[in-house]
């Protein structure tokens, strides 16, 4: 077994074999979730902890999904309605987690960074589901599995990222893991919404959407992250919908079989046009939220076997 992290952080701390690895045994549990009885033991008598102290349906969701599928007891922790509102620190209530001893522990938090200095002071393993516009880490693995599935392969295709570049853990997480599977990363937005240093990061930047969809593979779009904008980024959405809104006439330019995607939710008509989201024969947006699942099922069942190999433990159950 190549995987061996202790937490599921983010990309950058993966090799490519792990990534490999991680996907081989996510695709076993996308036919397992095909089936009806959808069981499997290998979370059985372990605690996994929802955490989510941003909204959230789709990944939350997922995760529970994901872990009730393996056998594990999982527990969503409503944080609006906990002790964070009444001005708890996240390490306070981490520390309070911890002692209730779960097995593991999924986060989401508005700030970056968050989730690593929160996997420092618990002694479960930690799933980052996505830290301010840091990194999403089971998003990107998803997305991976989505492409890998649709196209044969995840090597030596030509991909774009387009939209909020600047706001997006999604962006990051996969700019980071297709460059690591060695395929060739378009990014295309407004000059406004790309980060800074994006220069340096071995990508093509295009401000014209047409030239910079010619002959891709892969159409990745991205919401438009408002709730992290403080105005001025964009003139208008109709203005953007008309530059750099994915809809059937932009997407001819792309090859005859590219594929269509966005990670959720979707501003339909403003990053994306709906009926071409709609459109199975191009858009794969309903299969990265089944991937998902499968993914999270993965990365959980991976952390659990390192939780248990770092305890000294071989089998589940056992003292
Ligand atoms: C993404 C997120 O929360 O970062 N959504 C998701 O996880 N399904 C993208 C987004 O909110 O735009």
């Known amino acids: 077994m190549s995987f061996r992290a202790r937490h599921l952080l983010g990309i950058d701390h993966l090799k490519p074999d792990e990534i490999t690895e991680l996907l081989d045994l996510a695709q076993d549990y996308a036919a397992l979730n095909r089936r009806t009885v959808k069981h499997s033991d290998a979370l059985a008598g372990m605690t996994l902890i929802n955490m989510f102290f941003e909204n959230s349906t789709r990944t939350q969701a997922s995760f529970e999904l994901a872990g009730k599928r393996l056998g594990a007891d999982v527990m969503n922790m409503a944080v609006s309605q906990s002790s964070v509102k009444k001005g708890e620190t996240l390490i306070d209530t981490a520390l309070t987690l911890n002692a209730m001893q779960p097995d593991l522990l999924v986060v989401r938090h508005p700030q ?22 840091h990194e999403h880490p089971t998003q990107a693995l998803l997305d991976a599995l989505t492409i890998r599935r ?17 706001h997006s853990r999604v962006a990051r997480s996969n ?32 401000e014209d959407m047409r030239e910079g969809l010619k002959g891709v593979d892969v159409v ?12 001025g980024f964009i003139p208008s ?76 433990r071989t089998a589940v159950g056992e003292p």
């Open 150 to 166: 649709a196209k044969g392969r995840l090597h030596r295709l030509t991909i774009a990222i387009c939209g909020d570049i600047a």
């Open 220 to 231: 990745m779009m991205l919401r438009l992250q408002k709730e992290r904008m403080d105005g």
């Open 112 to 133: 970056s960074g968050a989730v690593n200095l929160l996997a420092e002071k618990v002694n479960c393993a930690v799933i980052n589901a996505g830290d301010g516009r």
């Open 237 to 312: 959405e109709r203005e953007y919908f008309h530059r750099f809104g994915l809809d059937a006439e932009k997407l001819a330019l792309a090859a005859p079989d590219a594929i269509v995607m966005h990670p959720g939710p979707m501003n339909r008509g403003v990053e994306i046009d709906g009926t071409l989201a709609d459109d199975i024969n191009r858009s794969v947006i309903q299969d990265q939220v089944e991937m998902g699942v499968a993914v999270r099922m993965a990365a959980l069942d991976l952390l659990a076997r390192n939780l248990r190999a770092s305890r000294g």
């Open 175 to 206: 700019l980071i893991l297709l460059g690591k599977m060695e395929n060739r990363i378009r990014l295309i937005g407004p000059a406004t919404l790309m980060p800074a240093g994006v220069g340096d990061m071995g990508v093509e930047l295009f």
